[in-house]
C-alpha cells in the first residue's frame, strides 16, 4: 500500500528565505507525482506535475524534483514570499492505472514579513 | 487545464438534513473524483464517478450517505445525506486531464459545518 511522508509538518521561515519541502513515497512505481497548494478552507491549486520519466519541473520561483528509485521528491520555493503562506501537499498515482491519488498530510508553510 | 466550478463555497446546515454540492467542468472529462477533507487532515478519496455508470464507492463510505450523480461529461454532484457533526469536513472534486499527463486539477472546495 502506497503512504506518502511529508516532512516536516509545518515551517515557520523569514521572508526572502530560500526554503525546501520534502516528500517521501514507499513504493517506487508511480505514475506521476504532483504539488499543490491549499490555503485554508479552500481547494487545490495545483503547483507542478512531475511524470516519472522526468527528473524535474519549474515554475517561476518553484522548482520540484524526483527522484523515483528512492521514493523522493522536494519542492524548491525561492525567494520566499508573504503569499506563498499555505499548506503545500504532495500526491501520488500509483503506476498501473489505479488513476487514485495517494496524498501526504502537507506542510504548512508559514512566510513572516 | 480544465476550470472547476463547484458551489456552494460553504453551508451551515442541521443535523439530519441533507447537501448537494455541484461541481461543473468546463470541458468534457471521463472521470471525476469526490475526496473529504475533514479538519486537520489530509485529503480521502470518497467516490470515483464515471458518466453513464454507477459511481465506484471507496472502503467506508456507502452510497446511501454519499449519493452521488453524472448525467453528462462536465457535471456532477455528491449529496451528504442525514448529515451529522461527524461530516463537518472541506468536500472537493476533482478530474484527471489526460491531456495534462494525467494531472489533477481540484474545484475551489464546499466547506460544511453540521450543528
Known amino acids: 500500500k502506497q503512504e506518502v511522508t511529508q516532512i516536516p509538518a509545518a515551517l515557520s521561515v523569514p521572508e526572502g528565505e530560500n526554503l525546501v519541502l520534502n516528500c517521501s513515497f514507499t513504493?517506487?512505481?508511480?505514475?506521476?507525482l504532483q504539488w499543490f497548494r491549499q490555503d485554508p478552507g479552500k481547494g487545490l491549486t495545483s503547483l507542478l506535475l512531475?511524470?516519472?520519466?522526468?527528473r524535474e519541473q519549474t515554475s517561476g520561483r518553484l522548482n520540484a524534483s524526483l527522484d523515483k528509485s528512492s521514493g523522493r521528491s522536494t519542492l524548491y520555493i525561492a525567494a520566499s514570499q508573504p503569499g506563498d503562506s499555505a499548506t503545500y501537499l504532495c500526491?501520488?498515482?500509483?503506476?498501473?492505472?489505479?488513476?487514485?491519488?495517494?496524498f501526504g498530510k502537507g506542510t504548512k508553510l508559514t512566510v513572516n514579513p | 487545464s480544465a476550470v472547476i466550478s463547484q458551489k456552494p463555497s460553504r453551508d451551515i446546515c442541521q443535523r439530519g438534513t441533507s447537501l448537494t454540492i455541484q461541481c461543473q467542468v468546463d470541458?468534457?472529462?471521463?472521470?471525476m473524483f469526490w475526496y473529504r477533507q475533514q479538519p486537520g487532515q489530509s485529503l480521502t478519496l470518497i467516490a470515483t464517478?464515471?458518466?453513464?455508470?454507477?459511481?465506484t464507492y471507496e472502503s467506508g463510505f456507502v452510497i446511501d450517505k454519499f449519493p452521488i450523480s453524472r448525467p453528462n461529461l462536465t457535471f456532477s454532484t455528491l449529496t451528504v445525506s442525514n448529515m451529522s457533526p461527524e461530516d463537518s469536513s472541506i468536500y472537493l472534486c476533482?478530474?484527471?486531464?489526460?491531456?495534462w499527463g494525467y494531472g489533477y486539477t481540484f474545484g475551489s472546495g464546499t466547506r460544511l459545518t453540521v450543528v
Open positions: 470541458s468534457q472529462v471521463t472521470m
Open positions: 464517478a464515471n458518466q453513464g455508470s454507477e459511481a
Open positions: 476533482s478530474v484527471e486531464e489526460q491531456a
Open positions: 512531475i511524470q516519472s520519466s522526468q
Open positions: 500526491a501520488v498515482v500509483a503506476q498501473g492505472g489505479s488513476e487514485k491519488l495517494v
Open positions: 513504493d517506487s512505481a508511480i505514475y506521476n
